[in-house]
């Protein structure tokens, strides 16, 4: 795991590190010294540690005018034990909502595993961003499995419409455009 990096191409555009509105604002890194690590497993120094053991991120871009957060995520999001999800809202997410984010993309190609607990969270997310949406590309079947388990599908874009969906290719920009119609899709799906 230790050479999988987060997604760099996108920083002409926006650097955590640089951004005074972030909580990694001023995060200095190392390219050598490897000191975090999923279970037993060392990971690439550039993840941001944000209080999970087991969950690791990136945020890649961030325009607050189209209030939009797209995030990069690596490990095993468990909110059964660890409660990734109110250390992720505390950590990040209560705070680019205060900065206008309404618009919140997460990519999963590097999501191992979820494990649930309960939709409490997601649903007071989901309340709290009126015309905004939650979405996760690329989320292997057995996570979407578990995610629907648990319920959070009521609240969180996922599945289907939302994979097999290769961002890299394409600027931030382009990527919210095709997210934002994959999300009108759903809708228009969910009202047939």
């Not at 001023?26 to 010294?33: D, I, K, Q, T």
């Not at 497993?41 to 969950?55: A, E, K, M, N, R």
């Not at 995610?147 to 290719?169: A, P, S």
């Amino acid at each position: 795991m230790h050479d999988i990096e987060p997604y760099f191409k996108w920083r002409e555009k926006y650097i955590a590190s640089e951004d005074k509105q972030s909580p990694f604002h001023g995060r200095a890194y190392s390219e050598f010294y490897f000191t975090n690590k999923i279970y037993n497993f060392v990971i690439h120094p550039q993840w941001d540690d944000f209080g999970s053991p087991t969950l690791y991120l990136k945020v890649l871009y961030v325009n607050y005018d189209l209030g939009v957060m797209m995030i990069e995520l690596l490990g095993e999001w468990n909110d059964a034990i660890n409660n990734d999800i109110m250390i992720l809202r505390q950590e990040l997410i209560d705070t680019a909502m205060d900065c206008g984010i309404k618009k919140f993309l997460f990519f999963c190609d590097n999501l191992l595993n979820f494990h649930g607990s309960d939709d409490a969270y997601y649903e007071d997310w989901f309340e709290h961003i009126e015309h905004g949406w939650i979405c996760l590309l690329n989320t292997h079947d057995h996570v979407s499995d578990e995610m629907v388990d648990t319920r959070i599908n009521y609240f969180v874009h996922l599945g289907e419409l939302f994979n097999g969906v290769f961002w890299q290719k394409y600027s931030p920009e382009q990527v919210l455009l095709m997210v934002e119609s994959q999300i009108k899709k759903h809708y228009n799906k969910e009202l047939i």
